[in-house]
């Protein structure tokens, strides 16, 4: 049944002649002709989807990934596994085979909200670390519960010195000296060693750390494999608004909206974001706006260098 739901082809309803035809979303490769426009659009596209906790910038896998599915059959796990980690790799990144412990879990079910409850009660410290700035926080963690979406996910990430690696916001239990009686706030904060002060990046990056989706195999209707691979791919691989109407642009995002005409994998806006996510855009920018300025811009850089003679990089519908 499972499987069914899957592989299940995506059937176009017939257009009546007669009505006026929508131009549909707004296309990557229908922008590049025009600078301008292109520069707005794709800083517009970086803002809908993109969500960074609070007051912290767009945060991204750093090394490598390890990606675990639970709860498909094995063909289909396998092709989910396969799907996320090759694109982790076009990315720059380390995508580890098993038995590695993995970073992104995904896990299908029915019943998509009880079942999330439930598996949060087991280790909510996975799912809440308890340090500051690492998730999007109790309004969004609720949602996260509560949903009734086919897809819901749920992003740590962690602010990191990029000069040593470490953590940057102390972690519970965490304890730098021998810790004995009270101590000092030194003996219990992470210590930082500052190179420099700029007023445009900081020696800190965000780094995620680890990503859970919950698949509600109920609610999955004429979605196929392929469709959700990428789908899934795009929300564990970047930190993406699950509350954003991007009906506006062509994107996997809109798989849910409507799997029949939605596109078959991702498309050269999301292909692009991710692509600009973890290409040249400098991940210490001082804030959010510049970090998102910053994959905009190199977005819109990336299009614009391709001949005019030919199809822009990036796959498209």
């Given at each position: 049944?499972?499987?069914?739901?899957?592989?299940?082809?995506?059937?176009?309803?017939?257009?009546?002649?007669?009505?006026?035809?929508?131009?549909?979303?707004?296309?990557?490769?229908?922008?590049?002709?025009?600078?301008?426009?292109?520069?707005?659009?794709?800083?517009?596209?970086?803002?809908?989807?993109?969500?960074?906790?609070?007051?912290?910038?767009l945060?991204?896998?750093?090394v490598?990934?390890?990606?675990?599915?639970?709860?498909?059959?094995?063909?289909?796990?396998?092709?989910?596994?396969?799907?996320?980690?090759?694109?982790?790799?076009?990315?720059?990144?380390?995508?580890?085979?098993?038995?590695?412990?993995?970073?992104?879990?995904?896990?299908?079910t029915?019943?998509?909200?009880?079942?999330?409850?439930?598996?949060?009660?087991?280790?909510?410290?996975?799912?809440r670390?308890?340090?500051?700035?690492?998730?999007?926080?109790?309004?969004?963690?609720?949602?996260?519960?509560?949903?009734?979406a086919?897809?819901?996910?749920?992003?740590i990430?962690?602010?990191?010195?990029?000069?040593?690696?470490?953590?940057t916001?102390?972690?519970?239990g965490?304890?730098?000296?021998?810790?004995?009686?009270?101590g000092?706030?030194?003996?219990?904060?992470?210590?930082?060693?500052?190179?420099?002060?700029?007023?445009?990046?900081?020696?800190y990056?965000?780094?995620?750390?680890?990503?859970?989706?919950?698949?509600?195999?109920?609610?999955?209707g004429?979605?196929?494999?392929?469709?959700?691979?990428?789908?899934?791919a795009?929300?564990?691989?970047?930190?993406?608004?699950?509350?954003?109407?991007?009906?506006?642009?062509?994107?996997?995002?809109?798989?849910?909206d409507?799997?029949?005409?939605?596109?078959?994998?991702?498309?050269?806006?999301?292909?692009?974001?991710?692509?600009?996510l973890?290409?040249?855009?400098?991940?210490?920018?001082?804030?959010?706006?510049?970090?998102?300025?910053?994959?905009?811009?190199?977005?819109?850089?990336?299009?614009?260098?391709?001949?005019?003679?030919?199809?822009?990089?990036?796959?498209?519908?």
């Amino acid at each position: 049944m499972l499987a069914a739901l899957l592989f299940a082809a995506a059937l176009a309803s017939p257009q009546d002649p007669g009505a006026t035809v929508d131009p549909g979303p707004i296309r990557l490769e229908d922008v590049v002709v025009d600078a301008q426009r292109l520069e707005d659009a794709a800083e517009a596209y970086v803002d809908l989807v993109a969500a960074p906790v609070s007051r912290r910038g767009l945060a991204r896998w750093h090394v490598g990934v390890c990606v675990g599915v639970a709860n498909l059959e094995p063909e289909v796990a396998q092709y989910v596994a396969d799907r996320v980690s090759d694109l982790a790799r076009d990315l720059g990144l380390r995508a580890h085979e098993p038995p590695c412990h993995p970073s992104i879990l995904i896990v299908a079910t029915t019943g998509g909200a009880a079942f999330t409850e439930q598996f949060v009660a087991m280790r909510p410290v996975l799912f809440r670390p308890g340090g500051s700035g690492m998730n999007q926080g109790p309004a969004a963690f609720e949602r996260f519960l509560t949903s009734d979406a086919a897809v819901r996910w749920w992003n740590i990430s962690q602010p990191t010195d990029s000069d040593t690696g470490q953590s940057t916001v102390r972690m519970p239990g965490q304890c730098n000296r021998t810790c004995i009686g009270s101590g000092s706030a030194m003996d219990y904060a992470p210590n930082t060693a500052v190179r420099g002060v700029s007023r445009l990046s900081s020696q800190y990056r965000q780094d995620m750390k680890r990503a859970f989706v919950i698949i509600d195999v109920d609610r999955l209707g004429q979605t196929s494999l392929a469709q959700l691979g990428d789908y899934l791919a795009m929300v564990t691989l970047a930190q993406i608004d699950p509350d954003a109407d991007t009906r506006r642009f062509d994107t996997i995002l809109n798989l849910f909206d409507d799997p029949a005409t939605a596109p078959a994998g991702l498309t050269g806006w999301d292909r692009a974001y991710l692509d600009g996510l973890y290409g040249d855009s400098e991940s210490t920018r001082i804030n959010q706006r510049s970090q998102v300025q910053a994959v905009a811009a190199s977005i819109a850089r990336a299009y614009r260098a391709q001949p005019e003679d030919e199809t822009p990089a990036g796959p498209t519908p």
